[in-house]
């Protein structure tokens, strides 16, 4: 018997939680399209991606918010692969067929990447392997969602345009943020169409430094905005029932991220983050919740 057996190679790759921690709504292009300008980082904790050779490209899922999610070519996930499909040939590289098996742990229409995260995971994941497909990958992936650029790049940025346009932070320490959903998905068309303007105020630059500490970062954090917020409370009043339990647990800032319905604290200690985690999974049984970590790097 032969001793060595081949074991094809299996990557395991996260797809971080996006989190908007402002968002401000400064204009409306010809297309239809919002102009934004948005401080972005990421989570720790997110989705995971299993990714293997395959005899054809093909999508699992499982994991406790797996159902229900499609495993066809409406996938966001799949919808990358055959971008990057596409994209190969010119850029002289061969991709072979992948399985990929997707376990989901993000709520879905949260505002917090979802689908986008789990789309610029293997995007990141493919362009690491070719170096030469990278750049048109970034080029083109924002025809997936405006949030993929953000989550392929997976930094700390200051982002504007539609998504597609970002400048990296100089630096974010990594802070300990809980994530709240009331469970109650918001759609995020009905969210814009509820802005009561469109042409507000832009976001004020960071630091060039970055921020170096929790208390640098709430107090900027206080000087902006979710201009989202206002209209999704409207659609789902459970989001400021979420902001007043994360506040009353002791969050140093609390805001609605992207256009919801999930809430992010930011904590000053992760024995505080995981307390606030607990007595709030107590007493909302319904509601997804999770202590994580706040970085600048993302996939």
Same mark, same amino acid.
């Given at each position: 018997?032969?001793?060595?057996?081949?074991?094809?190679?299996?990557?395991?790759?996260?797809?971080?939680?996006?989190?908007?921690?402002?968002?401000?709504?400064?204009?409306?292009?010809?297309?239809?399209?919002?102009?934004?300008?948005?401080?972005?980082?990421?989570?720790?904790?997110?989705?995971?991606?299993?990714?293997?050779?395959?005899?054809?490209?093909?999508?699992?899922?499982?994991?406790?918010?797996?159902?229900?999610?499609?495993?066809?070519?409406?996938?966001?996930?799949?919808?990358?692969?055959?971008?990057?499909?596409?994209?190969?040939?010119?850029?002289?590289?061969?991709?072979?067929?992948?399985?990929?098996?997707?376990?989901?742990?993000? *709520?879905? @229409?949260? %505002?917090?990447?979802?689908?986008?995260? !789990? +789309?610029?995971?293997?995007?990141?994941?493919? /362009? $690491? =392997?070719?170096?030469?497909?990278?750049?048109?990958?970034?080029?083109?992936?924002?025809?997936?969602?405006?949030?993929?650029?953000?989550?392929?790049?997976?930094?700390?940025?200051?982002?504007?345009?539609?998504?597609?346009?970002?400048?990296?932070?100089?630096?974010?320490?990594?802070?300990?943020?809980?994530?709240?959903?009331?469970?109650?998905?918001?759609?995020?068309?009905?969210?814009?169409?509820?802005?009561?303007?469109?042409?507000?105020?832009?976001?004020?630059?960071?630091?060039?430094?970055?921020?170096?500490?929790?208390?640098?970062?709430?107090?900027?954090?206080?000087?902006?905005?979710?201009?989202?917020? *206002?209209? @999704?409370? %409207?659609?789902?009043?459970?989001?400021? !029932? +979420?902001?007043?339990?994360?506040?009353?647990? /002791? $969050? =140093?800032?609390?805001?609605?991220?992207?256009?919801?319905?999930?809430?992010?604290?930011?904590?000053?200690?992760?024995?505080?983050?995981?307390?606030?985690?607990?007595?709030?999974?107590?007493?909302?049984?319904?509601?997804?919740?999770?202590?994580?970590?706040?970085?600048?790097?993302?996939?």
């Amino acid at each position: 018997m032969d001793a060595f057996v081949h074991v094809p190679w299996v990557t395991n790759v996260t797809a971080r939680a996006k989190i908007n921690l402002a968002l401000h709504v400064v204009g409306r292009r010809v297309d239809g399209y919002h102009e934004l300008e948005s401080l972005v980082a990421f989570a720790e904790f997110g989705d995971r991606l299993q990714i293997a050779p395959g005899t054809r490209d093909a999508l699992s899922v499982d994991g406790p918010l797996g159902a229900g999610v499609p495993t066809d070519g409406g996938n966001l996930v799949m919808k990358a692969l055959a971008l990057a499909q596409e994209l190969a040939p010119a850029s002289g590289v061969r991709l072979s067929p992948l399985a990929i098996r997707l376990s989901k742990h993000l *709520p879905h @229409a949260a %505002g917090i990447g979802g689908g986008s995260a !789990d +789309a610029g995971a293997l995007l990141a994941w493919i /362009g $690491a =392997r070719h170096p030469a497909l990278r750049p048109s990958l970034a080029e083109r992936c924002v025809s997936l969602g405006a949030d993929v650029p953000m989550c392929l790049s997976g930094e700390a940025a200051v982002v504007r345009g539609i998504g597609e346009r970002a400048e990296r932070l100089a630096a974010l320490p990594a802070i300990p943020v809980l994530l709240v959903n009331p469970s109650v998905p918001v759609a995020t068309p009905a969210v814009f169409a509820g802005l009561a303007r469109r042409d507000n105020a832009p976001l004020i630059a960071p630091p060039a430094t970055g921020f170096s500490d929790l208390e640098t970062l709430a107090r900027y954090l206080e000087a902006a905005r979710n201009d989202l917020e *206002p209209p @999704a409370l %409207g659609l789902a009043p459970a989001i400021g !029932d +979420a902001v007043d339990a994360v506040n009353a647990a /002791g $969050a =140093r800032f609390t805001r609605m991220s992207g256009s919801g319905a999930t809430v992010f604290g930011l904590f000053a200690s992760d024995a505080a983050c995981h307390e606030a985690e607990r007595r709030i999974a107590a007493s909302r049984p319904g509601w997804w919740v999770k202590a994580t970590q706040l970085t600048g790097q993302g996939s």
